[in-house]
């Protein structure tokens, strides 16, 4: 039984690993019932994600809070305006949808609706990374949002399926609300890192994995 349920081993670590996943969850969705805290929330939920599940750093609540404190001005009006964004797109969706199903001659542009309505929901969540990971204005963390989305369709394209499919097993089994937001932002670090090293400086690159002490 030791083997089995003894500290460090694979079935306890995995046990471990879900508690973090349905903990750092529980906390995204508590601080994002206000709605118009939503933004400053998903920052806080890649910094945990990215600092506890991937770095193995302790302390997801603390973690959370501090991240959700020190970005919550420039997170919640980027939010904002992405909101706007997509209140828009989610209108001209709809429209085109009733179209479509009408058999209106323009209603294939329905579907086209829907894409970009993911890909600004897309934009949001490198918006959220970027403002986790930089320090930078809102009009910044907006416009490096958008531009690391176009300079790397490919990564793009992976993390609006990682959305799509969280969106998808939250509607089919809304108890997946318990794992998805962490669990997908869990994945799409593994993208959304990759896309940033691409763009970091070799100084920042060292210190991060060490080489170069921290700056004060």
């Known amino acids: 039984m030791k083997r089995i349920f003894g500290l460090g081993t694979p ?8 508690g973090d996943v349905i903990c750092a969850s529980a906390l995204w969705i508590l601080f994002s019932l206000p709605v118009f805290t939503m933004g400053a929330a998903n920052v806080a939920l890649y910094t945990t994600v990215n600092r506890c599940m991937r770095q193995n750093k302790p302390g997801i609540w603390k973690h959370f809070v501090q ?14 305006i992405g909101l706007l964004v997509m209140a828009v797109l989610t209108l001209d969706t709809l429209v085109l949808r009733g179209m479509w199903i009408r058999g209106d001659s323009m209603g294939w542009m329905y579907w086209a609706a829907l894409v970009f309505w993911f890909a600004a929901l897309t934009w949001l969540a490198y918006v959220a990374a970027y403002t986790a990971r930089f320090t930078g ?15 790397h369709p490919l990564y793009a394209m ?3 399926l990682l959305i799509m499919a969280g969106l ?10 318990l794992f998805a937001p962490a669990g ?33």
């Open 137 to 151: 204005r809102v009009r910044e963390v907006l416009h490096f949002g958008l531009l690391l989305l176009r300079m």
């Open 67 to 80: 991240s959700f404190r020190d970005n919550f001005k420039v997170a919640t009006i980027a939010w904002l």
């Open 168 to 177: 998808a097993l939250c509607l089919m089994a809304p108890v997946m609300v």
């Open 158 to 160: 992976g993390m609006m």
């Open 11 to 18: 079935f306890v670590e995995a046990l471990s690993s879900i």
């Open 184 to 216: 997908i932002c869990w994945a799409s670090t593994y993208l959304l890192e990759r896309v940033f090293r691409l763009h970091m400086r070799p100084e920042d690159l060292a210190r991060e994995t060490g080489g170069l002490p921290k700056k004060d």
